[in-house]
T-cell receptor
Framework: AQKVTQAQTEISVVEKEDVTLDCVYETRDTTYYLFWYKQPPSGELVFLIRRNSFDEQNEISGRYSWNFQKSTSSFNFTITASQVVDSAVYFCALSPDYKLSFGAGTTVTVRA | DTEVTQTPKHLVMGMTNKKSLKCEQHMGHRAMYWYKQKAKKPPELMFVYSYEKLSINESVPSRFSPECPNSSLLNLHLHALQPEDSALYLC???????????FGPGTRLTVT
């Protein structure tokens, strides 16, 4: 069984602050994939990143960065210098193959 | 072109109606998905089609009937729905299992 825990329900920051979203997962599979998705108020889920279980390299894409630590089963996401457009619900997800298991989501509100 | 389209955007139907939701992708993906999302909750997987064959049915009630006419199209036929079926219905596609899924904008369904 797969389980994803996003302990932070809501985070509110002022523009330009950094924000880190926590994601902890459980799985018995040795091969699996981790994802982050963004869901703005418009409703469409936007794919941000995919990581496979054998690739623990951290990644940076613009203001976004991800820290994958297999030892602690965590896949955390940091937004640097947040902007109002970053306001959304962010979902962490886990999949061994086709079935995505989502965390409950973290609502990020960035205030101007 | 990473785009999944869904029609209609909004749908209001009575409990005795029959309607269909449509989804299309032109990315050459071989897996397509239907999800249901209630307000303030993560998406829940309903069905997975892989190479045009139904590979996962998450014990969805028979009033929801999926159909995959070809590799680019996915339909969800609705009949005798209940008010609790009101939700955002999201379609997604991926190259194969374990790959990132690309989501459409969703159909917001209201059952009266």
């Amino acid at each position: 069984a797969q389980k994803v825990t996003q302990a932070q329900t809501e985070i509110s920051v002022v523009e330009k602050e950094d924000v880190t979203l926590d994601c902890v997962y459980e799985t018995r599979d040795t091969t699996y994939y981790l994802f982050w998705y963004k869901q703005p108020p418009s409703g469409e889920l936007v794919f941000l990143i995919r990581r496979n279980s054998f690739d623990e390299q951290n990644e940076i894409s613009g203001r976004y960065s991800w820290n994958f630590q297999k030892s602690t089963s965590s896949f955390n996401f940091t937004i640097t210098a947040s902007q109002v457009v970053d306001s959304a619900v962010y979902f962490c997800a886990l999949s061994p193959d086709y079935k995505l298991s989502f965390g409950a989501g973290t609502t990020v509100t960035v205030r101007a | 072109d990473t785009e999944v389209t869904q029609t209609p955007k909004h749908l209001v139907m009575g409990m005795t109606n029959k309607k269909s939701l449509k989804c299309e992708q032109h990315m050459g993906h071989r897996a397509m998905y239907w999800y249901k999302q209630k307000a303030k909750k993560p998406p829940e997987l309903m069905f997975v089609y892989s190479y045009e064959k139904l590979s996962i049915n998450e014990s969805v009630p028979s009033r929801f009937s999926p159909e995959c006419p070809n590799s680019s199209l996915l339909n969800l036929h609705l009949h005798a729905l209940q008010p609790e079926d009101s939700a955002l219905y999201l379609c997604a596609s991926s190259q194969r299992g374990g790959n990132e899924q690309y989501f459409g904008p969703g159909t917001r369904l209201t059952v009266t």
